[in-house]
Every structure is written in structure tokens, then in C-alpha cells.
């Protein structure tokens, strides 16, 4: 043997491999080895390497220098191990020939089986079955699959002539059709390859394997697969392993069989062993279809010393990978073959279960178990789901906006849903799209419904915001609001029906889908604990209100990280007075208004402050354009000049002069608390008086004042001293002092860049990446939807930078933000309040960067908690590595 | 004398200080030494230096040691050259108290004269004078500017006692009031004093020395001086020289006189003694305006020795320093005394003169004249000007918004401007505000008058672009468009009524008032030709149309750096079918209306392209959102719709569907060159092939194709690609080659950030920082007339940012941009497009951030040249200073 190693034998409980080479070997053929050596029994055969597969490429589609005296030698030792020989008229051996790369890419890439089968060594094959009919199905199924994935002939062609077959026998299954049936098939078959390709099918079967594993190099680049690369980041220069096995099978009679087993329940994470069973049966006749595969409690009554066998193998792998196992096992003759072990997938659910198991049977320790969990998942387990038990009809679909399932009757309006809601019953929203208006209809609803819109719409923002339920983008749904009724896919649903939606799923269900609660209890606060030991980061919530500020504190959050005044103005008890006070021009009417909003700020305040109950609590002064406060319709336009006593007219000219081109970009944030300051100060009195107060009834507060849209220090330092100002005008007052800091939003690529200067008035940063995505980006998150989704598809952005904080642009201004904050002031305190905050790949970068919180949606609170624990164990690990 | 020198001497041809010690000195004192030193005879006295000010505050308001012996000291030397004592009986010196600091603050701080009467010395007065009159109208001033200035008494109650005299002595005038009369108001006065501060009004000479010093001291920190300061960006830390001089008077007689002088003309620069004299007079009686002074040829008159004395006088300070100089003198007995001189005011055109004329004199060599013109400036001399001479009647006012005066007939729509130029007439464009859909109308007026909008409005933008006149926020203009008049202030004005307006000022002229012509040959030209020889930038323009490019060519630009293809959009011939091209939701109506594009765009490119002759061109691909060329108003959707032969509804829904919420941050750029890559490719066609027909004609070109918007270097890749082809294609069906480059406009923070990734695509970088500024800052330019002005009154930015460019936010990203493009691309040229690039500020930043060019509007080359040259002197002298 000359040259490179290029092949790995695997036979005899012994491999030349092992697990831990994946990149070499391919994950199969990694498994493989592993399992080989430690005892487990597997077909024997060999691994050609994925360095053999690179220099097949690098030689020009050839194989290297010494591949193929190598396969040849360390053939004829699997041959010695299965007792049989490849292409022995008497005692054939058998091959199977499958891919297997370093990183899973399930169905994508090529297998051959039965190869070795000609009209010489299927005699051999009749004799040592002693079954004629097997041999034969063995020989037709191996000329079916080598000429279409080898030699490219459509798959529908082999099926003609099977049908042909059938209809002369007059039989319905492939399983009913004689030996002499099939053995009459494979001539005709081979001479309509031969036909369709212009070559003679192989009969040696050296050169069937020859093809087979050139079939498989190749397959690396075929269409399927390189989409697949592109779209899971696989990098092209992995290539893949090819792995040689000796052919065993589970259609030999009653005493074969062949399934599939998970060592813990993948749906509850229950230890024990699951799966399903097929007698008499080959892994293809499953995937086919054609016969139902039985639980694996059948095979344990047909065969229970195989059962055991195969439950020890089970608890062996288990305790080696230390994971749940998802076995491939096939039994031929009473013999229990192991052909494939990985990671089990699981759910949520089971996800939590099995990690705290594992931890409780000394299996894991408990940082591996808050690792073991991804983040995201445990989404699911926060929200009521519908019981997968429950029959439903499911009308159509749109995007999971979301997560958790919601019923409720139908409404189509805002107004509707508060009224209802406030009459007792549960209402589900369905509009169009929504808009800033539709905020209380919304809190009213138990989830929204909209037919327009991608998962960063208003209506998904909102949603997510407040963990109500959401479906979006559902363009089945027509809407008729002034009928009461809309159209859902081909049902028509009127106004005060019930429907449920899946924000899960997307999926949209006629009346009402039975319910689970969500339960966080046992092992899902086990885990939790865990992972606030080993986190860093803390995590508050964006909470708008006390109800959002209590689900909050329930999942964890230690403070409120962004308050959002302007949600309460929205209120209908309210508008009003926020209307008359923008349109004012004088200052009379509009400190009139004023003097209505404050009481109910006030009350507001003292809820969220309430149930805070000394945890910080960041209070965000009003922030967006005033005009998006205003009614545009002509009828409410009238409205409001009827309360205010003035002409309609006039109103009208003051509600379009506010209007703006963009207002992302103009009069909105600080710059209103500075050409508006009463608007601030009414807001700090309420903020003060409300902290004062709460003091005075011995619950501690400390509120957190944030300036928004700051761009110079110089308007930080107006606002800043308007504050004191009223803080301190409050606290003489009411004779009582409470601790309160001034900090502000940084949101604006200038303010990262004067961060030095900023923290000479600032106690604290709180990066606003939303707005600050949209100016480093230049992309409006309202308007994004006409492009983005391509740019996401196309692979232009690798991810919608409004989910996942994109580490480039915005990264390098929070990195600068920090930085040059600390600079002035080391102790600055600094958060994250974008929707980032709670997405686990920008968790981990704010770990990364040093910041102190990230504070996001109360729904997302839990998921923080575990991304923040998982960065923090990364960091660990990885100055372990390095040290 | 002990400690510190505090007290510096000038008198008889010596003085203790120096004109280069300014901060120490002040300017007026530094200047008093000067003019000792070289002979001139001031009136002798002693300058109190700034530290001892700065001393005088550290002492909480006291002298510091050692001032007051220092001063003393001083004075006796001053008595001494003076020939008269302090205090004294017989023959009493006079001093004047007056302010002087290091930067010139005119008119903010305290000045008092006459100091050192009482009635003891005011009889010493009469017997030197023999003129009682004269003395007791001093003593009287006296004690009205001391008791005002020094002792806070509003100046009222002194005019009050004036006016009681001249109505006893039933006399008009202050000078007709007798020498008894005058003496009897000054024990009134001191009593007035006294009552109404309860302090007696001192007597003393040392102690009215001592309480003038401590009021011009005081006065650095009174409310005017404050405001000045911050407004002029004065540190308060300079603090203020005190000049202590012995009184001259040029109110003695016949031979005495007072008056103003400069050493050219500073409205044209012919090199004359200029000025004006007044006879009998003090140089207060000019600035009360009792008396009109005459022009300095009556001094000639009157007293031939004395005017060549001051002719002498001035030539020797204009060559001292090297500058012409402003004079002023006073002339008492027929003896001339300097008081002060400075360097003079002037015109643009003087200006240009003088720096020119004074190379050729051998005072000045080429580059001190090329730093001696203000580049602002020499915008005046590049648009025609209002005939100074002519009458004019003035209706009202706006903000001068782009420079050049205007005259037309007044239109007040922009198809009303097409049509009626086209006829031949020249118009006048008035409108409320303007939108992009106006551009042609702009074009084809004279000048434009807008009713509401700031500086940066679309008007003014535009109109500076394109070099037209405007004037923009004219309150006082009232348009009744239907009826076909509008109100300007009083004046009724119909449509094809003449006008003419002076962007200069922002006047509104009623009628044609006569024009200059601008000339930009003599003079001018050889200024500039010495300004291009000494920078180091390039110098390009922005220009859209082969007449801005003619124009700008003719101002010395050296190539295209912003060729904006949406302007060529809105020609009223192509506007239809460029509406159907975006309109079309399929293929072939769209590819049916770029075919009808096509031409129309390669024609303009031929255009533009004849002109620059071989001179690079940047051409930006299509930038705006998509519907910025639509239609809003039903009727011109019904018309759209009638052309594509669709429904009017489908038409006016997919134009609502286009709308966004910020435009600026949505659908645009190379946005929309990769979601509708047609519209990119009939626009690289229409450049490649007009590059490619032309030089067949023999004409070089070289294209340079960029790319807008880039914010991931994935979007210019794909670009790029099918440029890149759509270029190949062209070029082989043609069978010619031409050379281009394919770069990119960096106008988002993400840009920078990735600057180095987008060079491996990019050829050439050109920072477009009006964008650049609105995404960096969060500020949308049409939206920031609401705080913007509010913003920069109250110092809260320096400048709009989008006059002068923002160095800490905005220049900060041109800087990591610039660096991390040239790590990649070492060659990459560099360069700006944004309105800053014709901003003198903004362009010295580009020059010291190492960029290759600059390109403005047109009329801004001129000054863009001017200010690169004087940016790389700047340089150069800072090199040589430093090393």
C-alpha cells in the first residue's frame, strides 16, 4: 500500500477509526468506528475519507494514487469478518455504499445497495437464503436503484415496467408478484438502461462499486446538495466520507425485521425505550410506506432476548455519547445489527426533561444540562399550546409571528375588542394590518390575526411585545369589516365566532382549539436556576404596563429595562387630552391637558413601580413624532376640534403640518423634550410623585429616567437639567427624597461616536438597536418588507437584522458606545433594550461586549435567562481551551 | 515695583509691548505698541495687561499686588510725555478708559472718557483750552458716561436734565446750549447720582481712574459680552486688556477734526485713501449722527500737510501689515493722532483686487494672497448682482437661500415655467414649497421664490444645485394660484407680472431691476490659477444636466463627481413612460418602457459626456424610492392609467402600495437595482453605449458607474456582476471597448464599518454625506425645519450639519471609511459628493482626511478650489511650524 491512508476499516469490534474524527470520516462512518469499537455489533465494512473524496476532485474526477488497492485490501478483510466473498458464485458478499459527511445533510446525498448482484452471484444468493424470492426482489431492487442513481435513469422508468409485471401477474403489491415475476424484470430493465444511456449495465461487480462510490463523490455536488450547503452554511470544502458495509437484512422471515429506537421519548423525555418495529421488513419498506411500522413493544414479545439485547446497546450508547440515542437497527436471522446512532431529536419539553434527568442520574453536570437546551426552544413552553390530542380544522395559514395558541370570538376593530373584552369575553383581533392605534384593541385580545405584513410588522413587533399570540401575513384571509364577516381560505367567518390561531405554526383553526397551560414549574425551574447561577448578564423586561410588568417579574426579569410612555397615551380615556395637548398652540390649553394626562401617568407609574418593588425600573420619556398621536380621518378630526371648542379647520391645518416625510427621522425624542419641555416635565412629575409617594408607604423605587434619541450631549444636558429641576421642585414638595438616575437611549450611530462626552451627563446607556439598525442600516423596519425578505433569501444579509443584531454595523457602534461611555465613566451601567435583547446569538455578543442587562419582551425573559447563562459558559470554555 | 508686569507703556515713538502680543495685550493695545513703535503718534498712554484682568477676577474682584503701584508708576511717565498732570489744577491730563481684548468684541464692552474732571480741573481745563464752553461740555460728558457706565445709572436720567436745560434755554440742539448752562447741569447730575445709588459721585481723579479700570474689567462678564462670546465661540478664560490713553480732542476748533480712513477701497479695491472726516468734532458726534461727516477730500482741503501726513500714516501701517488697513484719527490743533487701525472690511471684489494687487506690489506672494480671500466670499462674484446703483422697491424679505439676483415673469407652476420659457420668456417660479415633481420648472425659471421652508428645504437644495436664484420662507408672500395673483407684503403681484429677487439678501424687488453681470476673467482668474497651483484636492461637480456641466467646466471643474440619472426622470416627455416602467407588475410593459427610456438616457449621457471630454464622470444609477416619480393626485392617476390602457383602480393600488413610511430608509438605491435589476441594466446600456458611439467620434470617456445606498458588499457584488455584463454585451455588439469603473456611494454608517470588505468590489468611494449625515444623525432634512433652527440658535449644534459637515459623528465615519477602503485598495480614489463638498470647513476635513476630490454644485467650484488651496497651505505651514 503506497501513499495516504484513504480508507478505514471497521469489522470485528474493531476500527481503524474512531468518533471523534467526523471530519475525516464523515459522521456515519465516525458513528460507525465508534460503535465498532466499543462492541456494538455492525455490519463490518469500511470508510473512504473525505481527504480521498478531495483529492478525487483535486485529480480531476479520479480516484488519488492507491485508492482502489486500498479499498481492494481491506475488502478482502470485511469479506473475512462477514464470511462470504464479493462476487462469489457460492457464498456472495453484499455491499451497501452511502455518504456521510462531517455535518449531517439528511436525504441529500446518494446510496446504493444490494451492490454486487449479477446473474452468477444471485444464484449464490438463492442458495445461502435458500429463498428465491428474496434473491430475486434483492437483484431487481439493485438494478432499479444502481441505474437510476449511478447511471441517471428517471426512477419512473424502472416503475413502468414494475406495473407491467404487476398487471400481467394481476397482482396489486409488489410484495404479492413470484420469484420468476421479479427474476423476469431485471433483463428488461437492463436493456432499457442500456437503451436511455447508450451503456451496458455493469455485471462485475467490482465495477458496480467502482460506480457506486464515484456516484457518491459526485453526489456532493449535485443540485440538492449544494442548495442545502448554501442555505445551512456548510462550507463546499468538507467533502464528504463514503462508507462500504456489508449488506444485512431484515426481510429474511418472521426472525427479521427492521426499526428505529430513541433511548428517552423524544416528545416527553420519559426514559424509556421508544420507537416503532417492522417484521419481515427492509428500512425502505418503511420509508415507502407500504406496510405500517408497529411500536417497539412488538418486538420485545416477538423476540425478547433481542429486545434486551437491543435496550442494553441503547443504555451502552447512551452512557457513551452521554445523550439520547436515535438508533437504526435492523435483525436478520435473530441477529441484532446496529446500522446508525446520533443525537435524538426532541422537544421542548422533552429537551428540559431529559437535561435535568441527566443531571439527577450523574450523567451531566449541570452546566452541560444549561447548555444542552437551545434557547429559542423553550419559547414553546411559555405559552398555552393546543393539545396535539385535539382534533382541529385548519382553515389556512400564515406567518407564526408570535408564539402560543389563542381562541377567542372574532372582531375586526380596536374599538370592538376593548369593548368586548370589557364585557367579559375573550376576543381574538383580525384586521388587515395594525397600526400604533390598535394598542389597547390589541392588549384587549388574546391574540391578532392579519392579513398583510412579515414577522417584523407592526401587528409581530406588538405581539411578540406583549406576548399575545400572533398570525400575520395570512393571505387567505379577506376581510369584509363592514359586512362583519371575512373569508378564510374557503370558510366564511362572521364577526363573534370563535376561531383559535397557532402563533406556533401559523396555522388558522376554525371555534375553539382545546388548550394546555404552560407550566413553569419542576424541571423547567431546575433548569432556570441553573442557569441564572452561571450567567453574568442581567435580564429585564420591555413592559409597557403593570399586567406586562407581572408576567415579567413570573418569568424573571430583575427590572424593567425599557418602559415605553407613549403605550399609555394611547388609551381611550386618555387620547383626548394628548390630542388637545399637541394641537395647543398656545400655552394655556395645552397645560390644561397636561394637567388631565399627569394623574393617570402617575397611576401608571405607581402600578409598574408597585410591582417592581425595588428592582430598577427604566422609564423612557416620550419618544415617538406627536403626529402619530393624531387622528387623521376627517370624522375624528372633527371630534377632537368639537373638544377642544375650536374650528375643525384649524385642527386640521395643525394636524397636517405635523406631518412628516420621515418620521423615523424627525421631530421625535429628545428633540420634543427640548422644543416641547412641558411635555417632559409633566412625565418627571409623574415619574417623581408616583417613586415619592410609593416611598412614603415604605416600598422602595428607583426609577431610571431615559432621554431618547440623543444625538449631541448638549441635549442631553437641556433635558437632564429639566429633570433635576422637577425632580427636585417634587421631592421638596412631598418632603421626601428618593434615588433616581438620568440616563439615555443610544440609538444614534453620532451618539456611539460621542459616547465620551454624553457620559459626562449620563448614568446609564441603554442601546436602542431597533433605531439604531434602522440609521446604521439605513432601513426603515416599517418599509423593509419590500425587500428584505428577498435580501434574507438571497443570502445578501444572512440574517434579518431587526432579529438577530447584525455584529458588523450595529456591533462596531455598541462596541464604540461602550467603550468610549467607560472611558469617561467606569461604572456607567449598560443595557440592551432593542428586540435583540432577547434573541440568544445577540444575547451572546452583549455578553461579549461587557454590557450589564439585556432587557426584552416579558415572553422572552426565560429564553435570556438561558442565552445569558450559555454565553457566559461559552466565555468559560473557551479561556479554558485557550489557557 | 514688585511681582508681576502688569502695566505696559506706549508713548513718544517706544512702547513696552509689541503687535504680535495680542493675548497678553489685547488687540487695540497691541496694536497702540505697534504704531508707538513705528513712529506714529498715538496719544501716549499704558495698556493693563489681560493677565492682570484674569488676576483681577482670581482675587475676587480685587487689584492684584503690585497693579495699582504699577499703574501709578506708569501714569507718571505718561504725564511726563504728555506734557500735563493727572489731577493737576493748572494744566490737568484727561485720560480715556477703554476696553480691548485679544478677539475683537465691537461695541460689547465699557469705554469711559474725559476722566480726571472735577470742578477743580475742569477751571485748569478752560485755562489750557481758553474755550469754557468746551470744557464744561467735557466735564459734563463726563460725569453723564461715567455715572452711566461706571455707576449704573440708565443713561435716560442724564438725558432728562439735558433736555430741562435746553427747554429753560428754549434751544433745539446740545451744541446751542451755553457754556453757563452747561455747567449748571453738572452738580444736578452728581446729585441725580447720588440719590439714586446712594453713593456720592467721586471726585477724586485716582478714584474715577480706579472705578473705570474696575468697570471695564467688570464689564467681560456683563449679558452682551457673555451672549457674544458663546455666539462667536470666544473662551472666557482670554480675558481683557485696559487701555488707560491720554484724551485728544477734535472738537477745539477749525484745525481739529476726527475720521475714518482705509487704505483702498473697500467696495472695489482701488488702492485711494477712502473715507470720510468731520470737522470740529468728537468721534462720538459721528455715531450720534448729529452731523453728516464728509468725505476724507475735504481733510485734503482744509488741511493739505495733515491729510499727506495721514496718507503717509497709512501707507507705511498697510506696509507694516501688510493689509489694508481702517484708521482711525483724530486731529487736534492741527496735530494728526492715531487712534486705532485694523485690518479693513471689504467686498468680495475688493477682495480679489487687493490680494491680486498686492502680489504684483511685492507685499503679498501668491499664497498669502491665495489664504487673504474668504472662499464664501467669492460667491458673490459668480452670480449676476442687483446694479447697486439702481432704485429699487422692496416688497419683503426671505432667508437668501441660493446667491444671484433673478428677474422674470411670475409663474406659479412649474409646467406654467416650461411652457413660458419655452415661448421664450424668462420667469420667475413662486410657489408655497417645491417636490421633487417641480425639478423641471426650476429648471426652466430664472429663480425660485418659495412661502415656507428653511435653508436646506428642497428649494434652496435644488436651487443651489442647479446655481439659480432663490430666496425661500418668505413670510409675507401669500399665493391665490387659482385666481392667478399673490400677495408679497402689501403689493398685489399677478401671474406674468415681472420680479426679481436677490438670493444674496433674500429681498423681493417689485419689477426688473437691473443686473450685473458676473466676470470671472482678470483678476479673478489669475486668483484662481494661483489657487489651483497650491491644492492638493480635486475639484469635480455635481451636475445633472450637459448645461450645469458646461457651466460648471467654465468654473474650472475637473470632472463629474455626481451625475444624478432621477433628474432625467422628470422630463415631461419621458415622466409617462417611466411611470409605466414602475408601475407595470409584468415584464413586458416595463421592458416596453425602459426600451422607450433608453434613448432618451443615452442621449443625456452623450450630452454630459461631450462635455467633460475625457474628464472622468461619475453616474449614479437610479437612487429615489420608485414612488417619488409617480402621480398622487386621481386625476393625474386617471391619465397614468389611460396611457397603460389599465383600470384607474388597479393603477392607483399598486401606487398606494409603493408609498412608505420613510422613504428615505426604504425601498431605494441598489436596493431597487437588485430586486428590479431591468431598471439598472437599460441604464448601464444607455452609459456603455454612449461612452462607446462617442468614442468612435474620437471623443475619450471614462464612465465611472456608481452604485448607490451600499450597506452589505454583497448588494455591490451583485450589482456589479450585472454591470459588468450588461458592459460586455454592449461593448461586443458595438465591437469597441471603453475603459469605466464600477464604485460605490457611501452614504450609510454600515458602509464605513465594512468599508474594507466593500473595496474588494469598489473602485472608487464617493461619500455621499447628505445621506451619510441623515442616517449618522437620525435626521431627515425635509423634516428638521421643526427643531433644526431652534437647535443651532441655541448653540445645541454648532452648524446645520447639513451646511457644514458634522466632524464628530459624520467625519468620524468618512475617516474609518477612508482607512479601511484603502487597507483593501490601496489606490482607491476617494471622494465626496454631498452639498458639504462646496463647504470651506468641510472641505479642509476632506483635505486632512487625505481624500481625492471634492464635487459640488457648479456655482461652488470656484469656491471649492479656493478653499482646497487654502486648506493645503494650511497644511503646509502647519508642517513647517511643527518641524
Known amino acids: 500500500m503506497s501513499g495516504k491512508k484513504y480508507v478505514y476499516l471497521f469489522a470485528d469490534g474493531c476500527a481503524e477509526g474512531q468518533g471523534a474524527w467526523r471530519d475525516l470520516l464523515g459522521g456515519k462512518g465516525a458513528g460507525l468506528a465508534e460503535m465498532t469499537n466499543l462492541g456494538i455489533r455492525v455490519p463490518p465494512g469500511f470508510t473512504i475519507s473525505t481527504e480521498a473524496c478531495l483529492a478525487y476532485y483535486a485529480a480531476g474526477n479520479r480516484y488519488p494514487d492507491g485508492l482502489q488497492d486500498q479499498i481492494l485490501t481491506t475488502l478482502h478483510k470485511v469479506e473475512a469478518s462477514a464470511g462470504s466473498v464479493f462476487g462469489d458464485r457460492e457464498q456472495p458478499l453484499l455491499l451497501s455504499v452511502r455518504s456521510g459527511a462531517p455535518i449531517s445533510m439528511p436525504g441529500m446525498m446518494d446510496t446504493v445497495l444490494n451492490i454486487g448482484l449479477n446473474d452468477q452471484t444471485v444464484e449464490g444468493l438463492i442458495k445461502t437464503s435458500n429463498d428465491p424470492r428474496f434473491a430475486y426482489d434483492a437483484y431487481r431492487r439493485f438494478v432499479t436503484?444502481?441505474?437510476?442513481?449511478?447511471?441517471?435513469?428517471?426512477?419512473?422508468?424502472?416503475?413502468?415496467?414494475?406495473?407491467?409485471?404487476?398487471?400481467q401477474e394481476?397482482?396489486?403489491?409488489?410484495?404479492?408478484?413470484?420469484?420468476?415475476?421479479?427474476?423476469?424484470?431485471?433483463?428488461?430493465?437492463?436493456?432499457?438502461?442500456?437503451?436511455?444511456?447508450?451503456?451496458?449495465?455493469?455485471?462485475?461487480?467490482?465495477?458496480?462499486?467502482?460506480?457506486?462510490?464515484?456516484?457518491?463523490?459526485?453526489?456532493?455536488?449535485?443540485?440538492?446538495?449544494?442548495?442545502y450547503r448554501r442555505l445551512n452554511n456548510i462550507p463546499e470544502t468538507l467533502g464528504t466520507g463514503v462508507n462500504v458495509q456489508t449488506m444485512v437484512f431484515g426481510n429474511r422471515g418472521a426472525d427479521s425485521g427492521t426499526g428505529v429506537a430513541f433511548t428517552r421519548d423524544p416528545s416527553t423525555g420519559e426514559k424509556y425505550l421508544f420507537g416503532e418495529y417492522l417484521a419481515n421488513a427492509q428500512g425502505e419498506d418503511v420509508v415507502a410506506g407500504i406496510r405500517d411500522p408497529q411500536p417497539l413493544g412488538s418486538l420485545q414479545q416477538l423476540m425478547p432476548e433481542v429486545y434486551a439485547q437491543l435496550a442494553q446497546v441503547g443504555e451502552t450508547l447512551e452512557q457513551h455519547f452521554r445523550d439520547v440515542q436515535d438508533i437504526e437497527f435492523t435483525i436478520q436471522n435473530g441477529r441484532l445489527y446496529l446500522l446508525q446512532t446520533r443525537s435524538g431529536k426532541r422537544t421542548a419539553p422533552a429537551a428540559v426533561r431529559i437535561a435535568v434527568d441527566m443531571v439527577h442520574e450523574g450523567l451531566l453536570d449541570e452546566r452541560e444540562a444549561v447548555m444542552r437546551v437551545a434557547p429559542e426552544q423553550i419559547d414553546q413552553l411559555l405559552h398555552p399550546m393546543i393539545d396535539p390530542m385535539a382534533e382541529k380544522t385548519v382553515l389556512a395559514s400564515g406567518l407564526p409571528a408570535s408564539p402560543g395558541a389563542a381562541s377567542g370570538r372574532v372582531v375586526f376593530t380596536a374599538e370592538e375588542a376593548v369593548r368586548r373584552q370589557e364585557g367579559g369575553e375573550r376576543v381574538l383581533l383580525v384586521r388587515n394590518e395594525t397600526s400604533p392605534e390598535d394598542i389597547r384593541g390589541m392588549h384587549a385580545a388574546q391574540g391578532i390575526l392579519t392579513a398583510r405584513g412579515g414577522m417584523t410588522s407592526h401587528a409581530a413587533v406588538v405581539a411578540r411585545g406583549m406576548g399575545r399570540s400572533c398570525v400575520v401575513g395570512c393571505r387567505e384571509l379577506a376581510i369584509n369589516e363592514s359586512s362583519g364577516y371575512c373569508h378564510i381560505g374557503q370558510a366564511e367567518v362572521r364577526a363573534g365566532d370563535f376561531l383559535t390561531i397557532d402563533g406556533a405554526s401559523g396555522q388558522v383553526i376554525r371555534g375553539q382549539a382545546p388548550l394546555v397551560e404552560a407550566d413553569l414549574g419542576g424541571d423547567f425551574a431546575e433548569l432556570m436556576a441553573w442557569a441564572d447561577k452561571y450567567r453574568r448578564l442581567g435580564v429585564r423586561c420591555n413592559a409597557d404596563t403593570p399586567e406586562d410588568a407581572e408576567i415579567a417579574r413570573r418569568f424573571g426579569a430583575e427590572g424593567v429595562g425599557l418602559c415605553r410612555t407613549e403605550h399609555m397615551f394611547f388609551a381611550e380615556d386618555r387620547i383626548m387630552a394628548v390630542r388637545q395637548m399637541i394641537v395647543a398652540d398656545e400655552p394655556e390649553p395645552?397645560?390644561?391637558?397636561?394637567?388631565?394626562?399627569?394623574?393617570?401617568?402617575?397611576?401608571?407609574?405607581?402600578?409598574?413601580?408597585?410591582?417592581?418593588?425595588?428592582?430598577?425600573?427604566?422609564v423612557r420619556l416620550l419618544d415617538p413624532p406627536l403626529h402619530e398621536f393624531l387622528p387623521h380621518a376627517l370624522e375624528e378630526i372633527g371630534e377632537l376640534a368639537a373638544y377642544m371648542r375650536r374650528p375643525a379647520r384649524e385642527v386640521r391645518r395643525r394636524v397636517e403640518s405635523l406631518n412628516e416625510s420621515n418620521p423615523m427621522l424627525g421631530h421625535r425624542g429628545c428633540r420634543l423634550g427640548i422644543t416641547s419641555p412641558e411635555i417632559y416635565q409633566m412625565q418627571v412629575q409623574a415619574i417623581l410623585e408616583a417613586a415619592c409617594e410609593l416611598k412614603r408607604e415604605g416600598i422602595e423605587v428607583?426609577?431610571?429616567?431615559?432621554?431618547?434619541?440623543?444625538?449631541?450631549?448638549?441635549?442631553?444636558?437641556?433635558?437632564?437639567?429639566?429633570?433635576?429641576?422637577?425632580?427636585?421642585?417634587v421631592m421638596q414638595e412631598l418632603n421626601i427624597r428618593v434615588d433616581y438616575a438620568v440616563g439615555t437611549m443610544m440609538e444614534l450611530p453620532r451618539a456611539s461616536f460621542t459616547a465620551d462626552a454624553i457620559a459626562r451627563e449620563a448614568e446609564f446607556f441603554s442601546f436602542g438597536t431597533n433605531d439604531l439598525t434602522q440609521t446604521s442600516l439605513g432601513l426603515s423596519r416599517d418599509d423593509a418588507g419590500m425587500f428584505l425578505p428577498h435580501y434574507v433569501e438571497h443570502e445578501i444579509?444572512?440574517?434579518?437584522?431587526?432579529?438577530?443584531?447584525?455584529?458588523?454595523?450595529?456591533?462596531?457602534?455598541?462596541?464604540?458606545?461602550?467603550?468610549?461611555?467607560?472611558?469617561?465613566?467606569?461604572?456607567?451601567?449598560?443595557?440592551?433594550?432593542?428586540?435583540?435583547?432577547?434573541?440568544?446569538?445577540?444575547?451572546?455578543?452583549?455578553?461579549?461586549?461587557?454590557?450589564?442587562?439585556?432587557?426584552c419582551s416579558p415572553y422572552r425573559v426565560p429564553i435570556a435567562r438561558l442565552a445569558a447563562a450559555q454565553a457566559a459558559l461559552r466565555d468559560t470554555e473557551a479561556d479554558r481551551t485557550s489557557s
Open 145 to 167: 436503484m444502481f441505474g437510476n442513481v449511478v447511471m441517471g435513469v428517471p426512477h419512473e422508468a424502472f416503475e413502468a415496467l414494475l406495473e407491467e409485471a404487476k398487471r
Open 170 to 227: 394481476r397482482v396489486q403489491n409488489d410484495s404479492d408478484l413470484s420469484a420468476e415475476a421479479l427474476r423476469t424484470l431485471v433483463e428488461p430493465m437492463k436493456t432499457m438502461v442500456q437503451e436511455r444511456t447508450g451503456r451496458a449495465f455493469p455485471n462485475r461487480p467490482r465495477d458496480q462499486l467502482r460506480m457506486s462510490i464515484e456516484a457518491v463523490f459526485a453526489s456532493w455536488y449535485n443540485d440538492r446538495a449544494v442548495v
Open 590 to 618: 395645552r397645560q390644561e391637558a397636561l394637567a388631565q394626562i399627569l394623574p393617570m401617568q402617575k397611576s401608571d407609574f405607581k402600578g409598574m413601580f408597585r410591582i417592581m418593588d425595588g428592582l430598577p425600573v427604566t
Open 702 to 729: 428607583f426609577p431610571e429616567i431615559m432621554v431618547p434619541l440623543v444625538g449631541y450631549v448638549e441635549e442631553l444636558a437641556i433635558v437632564k437639567r429639566h429633570i433635576d429641576e422637577t425632580a427636585e421642585r
Open 797 to 855: 444579509m444572512e440574517h434579518d437584522p431587526f432579529v438577530v443584531l447584525d455584529e458588523e454595523g450595529v456591533g462596531e457602534l455598541v462596541e464604540i458606545g461602550v467603550e468610549r461611555g467607560r472611558q469617561t465613566r467606569p461604572e456607567l451601567k449598560i443595557g440592551i433594550c432593542g428586540e435583540h435583547g432577547g434573541e440568544p446569538n445577540s444575547i451572546a455578543f452583549c455578553h461579549r461586549k461587557a454590557l450589564d442587562y439585556v432587557s
